[in-house]
């Protein structure tokens, strides 16, 4: 099955700086990758998703970029706020392969230090 | 607020109690998913209702058991359980397992078993 690893575990950063996850995952297949945002109390909330036929994805402040080949993605915040400091997962899925659930990572806590 | 509703916030419960968590989605989905979240663990899928019929049961014990009376409610009944299941409790849906890259979780149920 697939197999997602996450880095780093925490991540603090002042305020204004950018700050980037990076996730590996196992399965060639996965071609869905979204990333969830939660904050302290609330579940996780989808920010940012890419499909494997784009290699990077932008909304403003966020940004997502992947690399099949070697099948890591990235997940970039700019001009970071205090209101960005959260946990974020990464996850992977080989959506239309009869096996459609997420496999997340194991989280970052991102603290950006005002 | 994600249009996921779960219940209770917070539960504290012994080995030998029976408790159920509540979960109700006002967004028109067809999917509704539990997860366990565990401290620095990935999110781990626990059961799957797709159409009101479970579609998957993560090897998961049985000593948790979930039902899902329509598309809008799904329930996770705890009985005999083990302070190892201590964790946030999460329910999400989407708008059916074909799409559950689309996931809207509830804020979680944080169970502590003494």
């Known amino acids: 099955g697939e197999n997602v690893e996450q880095h780093p575990s925490t991540l603090s950063v002042q305020e204004g700086d950018s700050a980037v996850i990076k996730c590996t995952y196992s399965?060639?297949?996965?071609?869905?990758f979204p990333w969830y945002k939660q904050e302290l109390g609330k579940g996780p909330q989808l920010i940012i998703d890419?499909?494997?036929?784009?290699g990077e994805k932008k909304d403003q402040r966020i940004a997502v970029t992947l690399n099949k080949t070697a099948k890591h993605f990235s997940l970039h915040i700019t001009e970071t706020q205090p209101e960005d400091s959260a946990v974020y997962f990464c996850a992977a899925t080989p959506l239309d392969t009869g096996r459609r659930a997420l496999t997340f990572g194991s989280g970052t806590r991102l603290q950006v230090q005002p | 607020e994600t249009g996921v509703t779960q219940t209770p916030r917070h539960l504290v419960m012994g080995m030998t109690n029976k408790k159920s968590l509540k979960c109700e989605q006002h967004l028109g989905h067809n999917a509704m998913y539990w997860y366990k979240q565990s401290a620095k663990k990935p999110l781990e899928l626990m059961f799957v209702?797709?159409?009101?019929?479970?579609?998957e049961n993560n090897s998961v014990p049985s000593r948790f058991s979930p039902e899902c009376p329509n598309s809008s409610h799904l329930f996770l009944h705890l009985h005999t359980l083990q302070p190892e299941d201590s964790a946030l409790y999460l329910c999400?849906?989407?708008?059916?397992?074909?799409?559950?890259?689309?996931?809207?979780f509830g804020s979680g149920t944080q169970l502590s078993v003494l």
């Open positions: 209702y797709n159409f009101k019929e479970q579609t």
């Open positions: 999400a849906s989407s708008p059916s397992e074909a799409t559950n890259e689309k996931l809207f």
């Open positions: 890419i499909r494997s036929n784009v």
């Open positions: 399965d060639s297949a996965s071609n869905y």
